[in-house]
């Protein structure tokens, strides 16, 4: 068994936006469950509801809906303490399950108003838990659920210095006169529902950089750019390693990077916990089944 | 090539050698949009509709200047002046508003029109009384005109009358509908031609136009006779008759006419002989068998009018001859005075032709050369339809003062209360918006002149505005006039023509092609008679077939010979290129008719070209720099003999060079830049140049159907479907042509990432797989909008109708569900969504009800108005389709009739869905088969995934290479942050993009290692990814798919309607049926021909066989023998028809067990 053995991780570059490992002693198929759940079922929170009181701008309401709901937003407090809307006991809302914000502007000015994700106000105020004044600003920081963007993602600290100045999200901009007056729920959901609750940008997955399983067959080797991973030495003309006859993927290098809802570090915990949770959530039916199996008999 | 030419190549032989290339001249092609600014694309409609306005309407009145009275010699009225003022509106009682603009008009309903006022001189009684600015109709005003509102606004400005600063303008407001007068492809006028007839004889016609009368003369030869054919000759008369009756008495000068050489005259001969045949001597002989051809003349011609032929005695018959003659046969040749000696020049001339041609000397002319069309613009198609209405509203003056006038009345008639405006009003405007010209005095009824402007996206608008439409019946199965003609080279787009019945009858200009206006002809002339060209009145006829004299031509008339043919060609062309003739007067030459062709005539396709001399193009890199900076205008460099326009007559004598580097000594002009050889719709395309030609033709096509932005007001406008795309971008990969139709500005598509390979079997046959991720994130993403509209009127008889409020549920006292969106007034309110079945205008309509007085009819329905019992009808509008809409705006408002006008705007967003139709810009289309996740979609080492999946089927058949380029220069353009060109002929060249890709650590090919998202495992063949500039189109599933189970009948034969408006089933066709008879399945047939469609239970008498009713035989007096039998309610339909006329169809029937 050539796997029988653990599988290993190595961390090789880690910051807030982007995590590098190289996971190996593992099979194919768990390295790519991995990479699709870190996408598609790692729960994140957006707003999914929008109720539009008053709208003379530009932008009629679903268009202005559709942009609120792809607004990043810090979930990593949250996240885990709420309950998805569908599996919640409440009727409509409650906190458990979703996190109102309102969003009031007007313009008054000659010059164009633009109305970002700084002007948008959650209405919850008890997550902010009172302590004293200095805890109240820290907390507030880490434990409100705050657009991922601008100040936020400025206070909460990235690896990278050039996503310091990022700057707030536009949702739209009014002339004199025009308002946007609305009220939204943000809920917790994942990658698969809809591309706004995905917590990464871009998720690279590469075993076998240089090509040594023939997986994939270059025409013409030399006008292929060589992998960052690439075992060969620095400078051998070969393009290629050897054909490895009896190779099966073995190392995988991830590199994930993420939108700002999450830390990525917590996008790769979460993901493993929840490819974990689905194991123990089948172990659970299957010893469920099996009891009712045994009862019939 | 004239000898001006032919002189200068002697001399370039001896300057310089023939291996000293031109150097390339850098940014020639900024006078591509210096052009556009002047001339070109929709400038043509502004020029000629301005021409109209400004100049031609005035000729139109000097020509019908006066209208005198039979009953009375002292009256008169003469029209002084004629102008077309500023757009206004009339509110109501002789209310008007100055400050009307387009964009109010289509809102309103309304015609953006201004009034047509006149100065008149006329008698009252005995007075002499002038009037200044009498309206006496008005005109709808072309958008940008010199006339209109919107000519020379800012950008601010624009905005504040809610334009668009990119619309192109060139089309009215008519009724609230944007109309385009279509440009119309003619054969010219004037101009003789020699072709062969339906039954293939060699015939000479010729076309003749003039402002009063139009006619078509034909020589044709039969037997080895000559004869002339004409409409108004009911029968052929030889020309050697013609001749005589013209005064051409002698055999000798009948032949001089023609040619004194051998092979003429022995042609010729036989016809001379028809002359003695028919007893036929002298003039007056000629002239008596003339008259018996003529056609009796049913009414009087239209240039008097009518009513005279009362007072005046019937001429002697002999006029006839004379009158055809003289104003029929040949008319555009004025013969002043009954001077005949010009026309029988002219008629020997096409003898000549014929006989030449006959002799294969000459070669048939050919109809599809594009310098022997003409293109009629708005103006003169206005022009024509004007001085129809005109001369109209004059003969109805004329009338009521005859009537009047007759009388004696006691105050004296005042003319001008008889001068009524909706005469001339109704007629233009309805001829604009049914698009049927209908000219009166020519007898000429043309269909479809107009078409509604296309809003679909920015470019379809101003494609339609470039669109040229042939006169020429769709149903001839005859290739030449559909098929691309050489002398279509830079005028028309050679890839811009619609599929199927219209192909190459409906084409579209090319990027810097121009139309000309007509110009006068009296300079010209003047040049002419002064540069060497003789006279031909105190000549003999032999004269003119001197092969020393060469025949000049301008305008199709013969103004004379010349010797040196030269000197007048250098003569006309040095005067024009130095700004003393006007800019678009043509010169050619024709070797083998010993021609010079002078036009200064409107409707001729032309193009500007630089002029080279002496093997060196006159634009110097200096002049380039000079328009850089804006120092010089496109205007300076015609005025200095740089640029000029030649046009397709003109482009034939000339050798034009196309880049720098081909000219030679014997080159006269250097093309501006190539790629204006495309149209505005080609020249979206990236990389034309190495596409299949067809597929050029189906973007051209698809473009117009792309959705994207339509203009800068498309927010402020209410129209009845409106497409538009959330989230619009430029091309990654443009061209010039798109920098300078502003399709950055109003673009209609977006750029998206597209793998080339098979994913999952949904992507055959052309159909995409798109990643549900882009759709979430708004990739293609559109709005559809549609609107709803309706009035409110008042009625003669004081009722009118009215709009109430939500009904109320009797128990709950809230609106019932279907009037859930109505406020107080009736009508939806902004923001409400719209449920299928729901009312958007709770409008009720009085009824004609019977007298007054309570009856038993009056219910809540019923109310009482000035003592009257009016009824009142529900005649509310719904929403129909099956999707809900939100309702944007409301808009309130009164239209032209005074009615109240209620529109309403209804939106949907809608988010790609599988079946919707997607398009590349290279004639690629397909439909969505697969939305993917985009964890399943395949991925690259950055962890990218595509937008989209493309079958790679699509390219080996297709031969788009354009589109292949179009990735490689759209990803070296998104790695280096730049915009890539595409322009044809141009445009970055492959290799030195894919070093940019290199450079930037890609594949060189532009391929991509990727991933499967559902195995992980690399995929086994590299992947032509990067992004591609993809259009979404405006067919989508949710407006076209359609179920039925039960439903609608149509009333008369009670089957199923048709169509999916109407609910309709879907039709068991008769190939169907084959299928099924063929197969055997006789209970399926019948279940899906008459149970699911109209079954129908009928008694029928088994003994007469007759259908009864009830259980009763009316023919047999019985109900005995009755037998209920199930047949389609058509059949039943069928045999009572059947009866009625007469025929019994008698059913025989027989027990199923027997």
């Known amino acids: 068994m050539p796997y029988a053995n653990q599988p290993n991780i190595e961390v090789t570059e880690l910051s807030n936006d982007l995590m590098k490992f190289v996971l190996w002693d593992t099979d194919l198929s768990v390295a790519n469950s991995l990479r699709r759940v870190f996408m598609a079922e790692v729960p994140t929170i957006a707003i999914d509801w929008v109720q539009i009181e008053t709208n003379t701008s530009v932008l009629h309401d679903e ?95 990235t690896g990278r210095e050039d996503f310091h100045n990022r700057e707030e999200i536009l949702i739209v901009k009014l002339r004199k006169g025009q308002e946007l007056n609305l009220k939204a729920y943000a809920k917790k959901g994942f990658g698969k529902e809809h591309a706004k609750w995905n917590p990464t940008c871009g998720v690279a997955f590469e075993y076998d950089p240089d090509n040594a399983l023939r997986h994939t067959i270059y025409p013409n080797v030399e006008e292929w750019p060589r992998s960052d991973h690439s075992a060969l030495p620095e400078d051998s003309t070969e393009k290629e390693a050897p054909f490895d006859q009896d190779g099966k993927p073995n190392k995988f290098f991830f590199s994930i990077e993420g939108t700002g809802a999450l830390p990525v570090q917590r996008i790769v915990t979460m993901g493993i916990g929840i490819l974990k949770k689905k194991l123990e959530e089948l172990n659970m039916a299957l010893s469920l089944e099996l009891q009712a199996h045994a009862q019939q008999q | 090539m004239t000898g001006g030419q032919a002189n200068g190549r002697a001399r370039i032989k001896s300057e310089c050698g023939k291996d000293q290339k031109c150097m390339p001249l850098e940014d020639k092609w900024l006078l591509v949009p210096a052009f556009l600014k002047v001339r070109g694309l929709v400038k043509q409609h502004l020029v000629s509709f301005d021409h109209f306005v400004n100049i031609e309407i005035r000729n139109i009145m000097q020509s019908n200047q006066k209208i005198t009275s039979d009953a009375n010699p002292n009256f008169y009225l003469k029209y002084l002046d004629i102008r077309v003022g500023n757009p206004s509106s009339e509110e109501g009682l002789n209310m008007t508003h100055d400050k009307i603009t387009p964009q109010e008009c289509r809102l309103r309903d309304m015609t953006y029109s201004a009034p047509i006022s006149v100065d008149i001189e006329y008698t009252r009684g005995n007075q002499r009384v002038f009037k200044k600015d009498l309206i006496i109709g008005r005109m709808p005003i072309m958008l940008r005109s010199s006339k209109c509102i919107l000519r020379d606004l800012a950008e601010e400005e624009l905005a504040r009358v809610q334009e668009c600063p990119y619309d192109p303008g060139g089309y009215f407001v008519v009724k609230g509908s944007e109309k385009v007068i279509l440009i119309q492809e003619q054969l010219s006028k004037n101009r003789i031609m020699v072709g062969r007839n339906s039954s293939k004889e060699l015939q000479c016609e010729v076309l003749s136009s003039t402002s009063e009368r139009k006619s078509k003369t034909y020589v044709t030869m039969k037997k080895g006779k000559y004869s002339v054919r004409h409409n108004q000759l009911t029968d052929d008369v030889p020309v050697s008759i013609i001749f005589k009756a013209m005064g051409v008495e002698s055999d000798y000068d009948i032949v001089s006419t023609i040619g ?97 041609t006959e002799l294969g000397e000459n070669e048939l002319d050919d109809r599809d050369f594009y310098g022997n069309k003409r293109l009629e613009l708005a103006g003169s198609l206005l022009a024509l339809l004007f001085e129809d209405v005109f001369k109209r509203f004059n003969s109805e003056l004329k009338r009521i003062a005859d009537n009047a006038l007759m009388k004696t009345m006691a105050a004296p008639l005042d003319i001008v209360k008889h001068m009524r405006q909706d005469m001339i009003t109704n007629t233009i405007v309805n001829a604009m918006s049914t698009g049927n010209w209908i000219i009166k005095r020519f007898r000429m009824e043309r269909l479809g002149v107009t078409q509604v402007l296309s809003r679909l996206s920015y470019i379809s608008a101003l494609g339609m505005m470039t669109r040229i439409n042939s006169t020429f019946e769709k149903t001839r199965k005859v290739s030449g006039p559909r098929s691309l003609q050489p002398s279509q080279w830079g005028m028309l787009c050679p890839s811009d023509t619609p599929e199927g019945e219209a192909c190459g009858l409906v084409k579209n200009l090319a990027l810097i092609s121009h139309i ?15 540069s060497g060209v003789e006279d031909l009145h105190n000549v003999h006829f032999s004269h003119v077939n001197k092969p020393e004299n060469t025949l000049i031509f301008l305008n199709g008339v013969l103004i004379g010979t010349a010797v040196d043919p030269e000197r007048v ?47 060196k193009p006159m634009l110097t890199q200096d002049h380039v720099q000079q328009l850089k900076e804006g120092k010089r205008i496109f205007e300076d460099f015609v005025d200095d003999g740089i640029v000029e326009y030649l046009d397709v007559n003109e482009m034939n004598d000339a050798l034009i060079a196309v880049y720098e580097k081909e000219i030679g000594p014997e080159t006269t002009h250097l093309e501006i830049e190539p790629f204006t050889l495309l149209g505005v719709c080609a020249g979206l395309i990236p990389y034309p140049h190495h596409n299949q030609s067809p597929r050029n033709t189906y973007q051209c096509a698809m473009g117009k159907q792309a959705m994207g932005t339509i203009a800068y007001n498309q927010q402020k ?86 709009l109430l409020g939500p009904a109320l549920d009797p128990n709950t006292r809230l609106p019932i569900s279907k009037h859930k969106n109505l406020d107080q007034e009736g009508i939806v309110f902004a923001g409400a969504r719209i449920l299928p079945k729901q009312t958007i205008i709770n409008k009720h309509m009085p009824v004609v009800s019977g007298e007054s007085g309570p009856g038993p009819s009056a219910s809540a329905n019923t109310i009482g108005i000035a003592g009257r019992q009016v009824d009142y009808k529900d005649v509310s509008i719904s929403y129909k389709t099956p999707t809900p809409s939100y309702a944007e705006r409301v808009l309130l408002t009164y239209n032209e009739d005074e009615a109240h006008l209620i529109k309403v705007l209804l939106r949907q967003t809608r988010r790609p869905e599988l079946g919707d139709k997607f398009s590349s810009r290279h004639g690629q289309k397909g439909v ?76 060189y090919m532009g391929k991509d290692m990727l991933t499967s998202g559902i195995t992980g495992q690399s995929l086994s063949a590299y992947i032509y990814f990067g992004p591609i500039y993809y259009q979404k189109l405006k067919h989508m599933v949710l407006d076209k ?66 259908i009864g009713s009830k259980g009763w035989c009316q023919k047999c007096r019985s109900s005995k023998s009755m037998a209920n039998i199930k047949i389609p309610y058509a059949c039943k339909l069928l045999f009572q028809e059947l009866q009625s006329m007469n025929i019994v169809p008698r059913l025989d029937l027989a027990r199923y067990t027997e």
Do not use: W
């Open chain 1, 63 to 157: 268009f202005i809906a559709h942009r609120m709901g792809l607004i990043p937003f810090l979930s990593d407090y949250h996240v885990e303490k709420m309950q998805y809307t569908r599996e919640c006991e409440c009727a409509e809302f409650c906190d458990e399950c979703s996190i109102p914000f309102i969003l009031q502007m007007k313009c008054k000015d000659e010059a164009t108003l633009a109305v970002t994700t700084a002007d948008l106000r959650c209405m919850n105020n008890d997550t902010v838990i009172v302590c004293s004044k200095k805890v109240v600003t820290i907390l507030a920081c880490f434990q409100t659920v705050r657009p991922a963007c601008g100040k936020a993602l400025r206070e909460r600290g």
């Open chain 2, 260 to 356: 004194h050489e051998e092979k003429y005259v022995s042609a010729f001969a036989q016809t001379l002989e028809e002359c003695i045949n028919a007893g036929v001597y002298t003039q007056q002989q000629a002239l008596a068998y003339v008259t018996s051809k003529v056609k009796a003349r049913k009414f009087t011609p239209f240039g008097s009018l009518p009513g005279t032929s009362v007072s005046v005695l019937t001429p002697p018959k002999e006029h006839e001859a004379v009158d055809f003659l003289s104003n029929s046969m040949i008319t555009h040749i004025a013969c002043p005075d009954g001077n005949f000696k010009m026309k029988a020049i002219y008629l020997g001339l096409m003898t000549r032709r014929l006989i030449q």
């Open chain 2, 516 to 530: 000309t206006t007509d110009s006068d002809e009296k300079p010209v002339l003047r040049l002419l008679l002064n």
């Open chain 2, 569 to 615: 060609v250098r003569a006309v062309r040095d005067l024009r290129r130095s700004g003393l003739l006007s800019e678009f007067v043509s010169v050619s030459r024709s070797i083998t008719n010993r021609s010079v062709f002078i036009s200064s005539d409107g409707g001729r396709l032309c193009r500007p070209y630089i002029i080279v001399k002496n093997g």
């Open chain 2, 717 to 802: 406008r209410i129209d009845s479907i409106m497409y538009l795309l959330c989230y619009p971008q430029r091309p990654l990969v443009k061209s010039k042509t798109i920098e300078l139709t502003n399709f950055e500005k109003l673009p209609a598509g977006a750029n998206g990432i597209i793998a080339v390979m098979s994913y999952s079997g949904y992507d055959i046959e052309d159909a995409l797989v798109l990643n549900k991720a882009s759709l979430d994130r708004g990739y293609g993403r559109c709005l559809v909008y549609k609107h709803v509209k309706g009035t409110v009127r008042k009625y003669p008889n004081q009722t009118f109708d009215r």
């Open chain 2, 928 to 1003: 969505c088969g697969l939305i993917a996740q985009q964890e399943d979609m395949p991925f690259n080492d950055l962890g990218m995934v595509p937008d989209m999946i493309m079958n790679p089927h699509g390219y080996p058949s297709r031969m788009t290479v354009g589109k292949l380029m179009e990735l490689l220069s759209g990803k070296a353009g998104v790695m280096n942050g730049t915009y890539h060109y595409g322009t044809a002929f141009g445009g970055d060249q492959v290799k030195d993009v894919c070093e940019e890709l290199a450079a930037r650590g890609y594949n």
């Open chain 2, 1041 to 1106: 798919m359609h179920a039925r189970a039960r439903g609608p009948r149509a009333a008369l034969t009670r089957q199923p309607t048709e169509g999916r408006s109407r609910e309709g089933g879907l039709r068991l066709g008769e190939m169907e049926r084959d299928c099924l008879i063929a197969y055997g399945a006789s209970m399926l047939l019948i279940e899906r021909l008459m149970v699911s469609s109209d079954e129908f239970k009928v008694d029928v008498c088994t003994g007469c066989g007759v």
